[in-house]
């Protein structure tokens, strides 16, 4: 049993991919580190555990990775996913760092392998965990025990004990160990977002937050950003800007993961519960796009969207867990779906007489739009008219928020004064706000985890021995 | 709609998997599952016989239990493979063998054993049984070469029948719409896959058994009990033709190629049989099919005791033991023969079969 009387050099609050970059790299520093995981064990590590690859720029194709992704068009991308909404040089630095990262988390284990079936369009720039997220925090996990990392589960941190922006001790609840104070001499907050706290996303999206589906587990409650917040450490991002994309209605409330995710808007419509469409389904290639659908159907009516297409297009896409509602007709297809039938039929009409003819491919912008609908459908648009019709219901699926805590390049916290904290650093999602002001493109997240774990764990253990 | 509740379950854990698609480097069995958007029967025992159980899929699974999508592919295959074995028998009527193997393959070992031993003391007065033999033809004092070649050649094509009758059972479930044929290339790709057990390694990072840590040492074991079973099976051969060919009768000298491959192959089938049990009482059981533990472990016990006895016959030949041993090891070799198509064996077969189609299918689909 670990001896928590004693004072460790790092305390790391968080289990996920973040938390074990930053206990490793302390521990390789030098420095002894105890984790708190706030779940238990098998739903360790946050969102990591439904993740599967990572973005990070190479200079040259690897084993894994079909071809260079360099520094430039990594920031392009995050500059135009942001809208500009990105710390510079936060983002440069990570981006930088990123490279370097792909050859770390090997070293700690960690196993690559090609992108997988049916996400092709990612096997240049994303790098595919072998086994998946799991697989990649198990391997994580192992290395950290391996190295003498200390890691306690079902660890709850009912407080944070800090002074002039100086971290002195957690207070620690567990079933095992009881009430205790943790003291360390550095902490490293990596604990995510509050994305599964409905109520405090409630105080920014009202009752809608009810009808939002969470893809990871209950445990992102968001405690520790909210003991930070109100202890003087300053916020970066927008509370409403999150990681959301469009997930089955029919999914669980938690936990879901990756199988209830939608990948067939482009190749249909989407409407809202009145039958109406109400944004371009083909705007850009879906792996840039997919996170915006999330926060798309939020701001409709009831929080409820439906993905219409037809049985032409079934096996453009991966099979899904729930199966597509079907029906012979769209009068019957809007039955099933509680949607007024004339309004359906109307809407796949109007788009069907503005679909223009054009050679269809859905790896490319292609030439397949419409003219003269508004919201056009500016690729991949195709005439919806070979029954069966086919249906998904899908719901806003909340990923990780993006309200966080400012760091500098150290991942060291800044209070609200702008100081730099005198031993707190944040790593992962969060602090992703830093860098991702909105929007979102594959794997990101996983990089942010990644490059600021390992520096504050880095950084975390260099405070705490000086 | 599926034949068994079983295949129910493997139907929607495929479903589920395909929707997610993480594990797809880890074995044959999920990018063969790609290639298919629903599953009818044929399709889950083929997925069923290309699992190796090893066991990284559960683990690295973010719905394996306790979460509600109760994803535990390994265990539900393990089950699904194993009555994939009893719906294949042949003759049909022998089916109900799986149902209690372990009593079934104890029982008919013992029966086997108790014939032979008295076969032997019948056939031969005491002097002979426990007499001490030595020189070319001392095993036909007790046994005439031809009664043991006829025997065990009439065992062994009785074996090699029924597994055959198998073999094309489960090809024709699994065989559409690939047809009937393979080629040159599967085969040899199955062989290599097979003979290297490509596929019990957890993509690379090695199997797991007692829990979340790769320490597995299944892969060791079972190649030392397959090559070892495999040796013995070679010496024989060579003793045959050296029996008929060139007139040269057992026992051989000890540097002899039969007593050679014999007796490395024995030791294979001592250690490997041994460490087998040892990783399967640790195994986590979570992950097996707890119902068929008799069928592996009788199976395990049979080769053991075919190496086991096999031995002591070799090192005690030239004493009074030698006529009861020989009658011990000819009845657990002659059970061992004919329960064949009855009991554990018959995974290799089908998992080799479900390897030639996997090579096939992705040759099919353009992979290399």
């Known amino acids: ?466 | 709609m599926h034949g068994t509740r079983i295949l129910e379950e493997a139907d929607r854990l495929m479903t589920v998997c395909n929707s997610c698609r993480y594990c797809e480097g880890l074995c044959a069995v999920f990018p063969a599952m790609e290639m298919r958007r629903s599953f009818s029967d044929g399709d889950l025992n083929y997925l069923a016989n290309l699992c190796h159980s090893c066991g990284a899929c559960y683990t690295d699974c973010q719905f394996s239990p306790p979460h509600e999508f109760n994803v535990n592919v390994p265990k539900t295959l393990a089950i699904a493979r194993a009555d994939s074995y009893a719906a294949y028998a042949w003759p049909r009527a022998f089916a109900g063998a799986f149902a209690r193997n372990g009593l079934v393959i104890s029982l008919i070992a013992a029966l086997s054993v108790a014939v032979f031993i008295f076969g032997f003391a019948a056939f031969n007065d005491r002097q002979v049984l426990f007499g001490i033999h030595t020189g070319p033809g001392a095993f036909y004092k007790l046994m005439p070469h031809n009664a043991m070649a006829l025997l065990f050649g009439a065992a062994f094509l009785y074996a090699i029948a029924a597994l055959v009758m198998g073999v094309r059972a489960f090809w024709r479930d699994i065989g559409e719409p690939i047809g009937m044929k393979t080629d040159a290339g599967s085969l040899l790709q199955a062989m290599r896959d097979a003979g290297e057990l490509r596929y019990l390694d957890g993509g690379g990072v090695g199997c797991f058994n007692e829990d979340d840590r790769p320490t597995d040492r299944r892969k060791l074991y079972h190649h030392l009990t397959f090559y070892g079973f495999a040796l013995c099976f070679a010496s024989t051969c060579v003793a045959t033709l050296y029996h008929y060919l060139f007139a040269r009768e057992a026992p051989y000298a000890w540097w002899d190629l039969p007593v050679v491959l014999g007796t490395l192959g024995g030791i294979g089938l001592l250690i490997g049989p041994v460490g087998l049990l040892a990783e399967r009482s640790k195994r986590d059981a979570a992950l097996v099919d707890g119902a068929r533990m008799g069928m592996d472990v009788a199976f395990i016990v049979m080769l053991f005791l075919t190496g086991l006895t096999g031995m002591a016959l070799l090192l005690l030949r030239e004493t009074a033991a030698m006529g009861p041993l020989l009658a011990l090891h000819l009845g657990i070799v002659f059970s061992l023969f004919i329960t064949m198509p009855y009991g554990k064996f018959v995974h290799g077969i089908y998992r080799f079969v479900a390897l030639v189609r996997y090579a096939r299918e992705r040759r099919m689909m353009g992979h290399t």
């Not at chain 1, 799991?134 to 306690?152: D, F, P, Q, S």
């Not at chain 1, 957690?170 to 509050?194: D, M, T, W, Y």
């Not at chain 1, 083909?282 to 159907?297: F, N, S, T």
């Open chain 1, 1 to 466: 049993m670990v001896d928590l009387t004693r004072k460790f050099d790092v305390l790391v609050i968080g289990g996920g991919n973040a938390a074990l970059c930053a206990a490793i790299s302390a521990r390789q520093s030098g420095a002894s580190v105890l984790v708190l995981e706030g779940a238990p064990k098998f739903y360790r590590g946050g969102n990591t555990r439904h993740t599967r690859n990572m973005r990070c720029a190479h200079d040259a194709a690897t084993d894994i990775l079909t071809g260079p992704y360099t520094e430039e068009e990594f920031w392009d991308d995050l500059l135009r996913l942001t809208g500009g909404q990105t710390d510079e040089e936060l983002a440069k630095f990570m981006i930088r760092e990123s490279k370097d990262i792909l050859n770390w988390v090997v070293e700690q284990g960690v196993r690559w392998q090609p992108s997988l079936g049916g996400t092709l369009s990612l096997g240049r720039t994303n790098s595919f965990f072998l086994g998946g997220g799991r697989a990649m925090l198990n391997a994580l996990y192992l290395t950290a025990e391996k190295l003498g990392v200390e890691i306690i589960y079902d660890a709850e941190v009912t407080d944070l004990k800090i002074e002039d922006g100086m971290f002195l001790s957690a207070n620690l609840k567990q079933p095992i160990n009881g009430a205790i104070e943790i003291r360390a001499s550095a902490l490293v907050a990596a604990a995510g977002g509050f994305e599964a706290n409905i109520e405090w996303l409630k105080e920014y999206w009202g009752d809608a937050a009810d009808n939002f589906l969470i893809r990871g587990t209950p445990y992102n409650r968001g405690s520790i950003l909210k003991m930070l917040l109100e202890k003087g450490v300053q916020d970066v991002g927008d509370p409403t800007q999150c990681h959301a994309v469009a997930i089955d209605a029919r999914a669980p409330k938690f936990d879901g993961g990756i199988i209830t995710r939608h990948d067939s808007v482009v190749f249909g419509i989407v409407v809202n519960k009145h039958a109406q469409r109400f944004y371009d389904e083909g705007e850009d290639i879906w792996p840039k796009r997919y996170a915006i659908w999330g926060r798309l159907v939020a701001a409709q009516p009831d929080q409820i969207a439906y993905i219409i297409f037809d049985s032409s297009v079934v096996t453009s896409f991966m099979p899904t867990l729930f199966p597509p509602i079907g029906a012979p007709t769209l009068a019957e297809l809007a039955g099933k779906l509680g949607l007024d039938p004339t309004a359906l039929e109307k809407t796949v009409a109007d788009f069907n007489a503005a679909v223009r003819p054009g050679t269809f491919d859905h790896t490319i912008l292609d030439d397949c739009r419409t003219e003269g609908l508004t919201p056009a459908k500016t690729h991949w648009a195709r005439k919806i008219d070979a029954p069966p019709y086919l249906a998904y219901p899908v719901r806003p699926g909340i990923t990780f928020t993006y309200l966080g805590t400012r760091v500098n390049k150290q991942s060291r916290i800044l209070m609200k004064d702008g100081k730099p904290s005198a031993n707190m650093f944040a790593a992962g999602e969060i602090m992703a706000g830093n860098v991702l002001g909105k929007g979102y493109a594959a794997g990101i997240g996983m990089t942010i985890g990644s490059v600021f774990g390992r520096v504050a764990g880095r950084e975390a253990a260099r405070n705490a021995k000086n």
